[in-house]
């Protein structure tokens, strides 16, 4: 069964850190299409980085670029998401998803992907 498994959310204040982990289970995930979605209260879920499997590049939401990282460790078919300079605005349950299928337009679409993870929030405070 594939699972994926994120952890690392919390509560922080403006300005603070952290770092997502997204372990996957049940297959690899090593060269497949991996992304960070993040929903909040009322809304809907939306894009926030993602690695593309085809050539390995990076791409961020505008609202997160030059603030958020996103990396794959390959060994512990895992994915992480190294946030900076979080603001209030960042406060939501954040997912881990992975897509076997994708072309690079849809990588921001979340009905492309096949897999989801829990979810884990990450709070902001002002």
């Known amino acids: 069964q594939v699972q994926l498994a994120e952890s690392g959310g919390g509560l922080v204040q403006t300005g603070a850190s952290l770092r997502l982990s997204c372990e996957a289970s049940?297959?690899?995930?090593?060269?497949?299409?991996m992304a960070w979605f993040r929903q909040a209260p009322g809304e809907e879920r939306v894009y926030v980085a993602g690695?593309?499997?085809?050539?390995?590049?990076?791409y961020y939401a505008d609202s997160v670029k030059g603030r958020f990282t996103i990396s794959r460790d390959g060994a512990k078919n895992a994915v992480h998401l190294q946030m900076n300079n979080l603001k209030p605005e960042d406060t939501a349950v954040y997912y881990c998803?992975?897509?076997?299928?994708?072309?690079?337009?849809?990588?921001?679409?979340?009905?492309?992907?096949?897999?989801w993870g829990q979810g884990t929030q990450v709070t902001v405070s002002s």
């Open positions: 998803a992975a897509g076997t299928r994708l072309i690079l337009s849809s990588i921001r679409l979340p009905d492309q992907y096949e897999y």
């Open positions: 049940g297959r690899s995930f090593s060269r497949e299409t």
């Open positions: 690695l593309f499997r085809n050539n390995g590049r990076t």
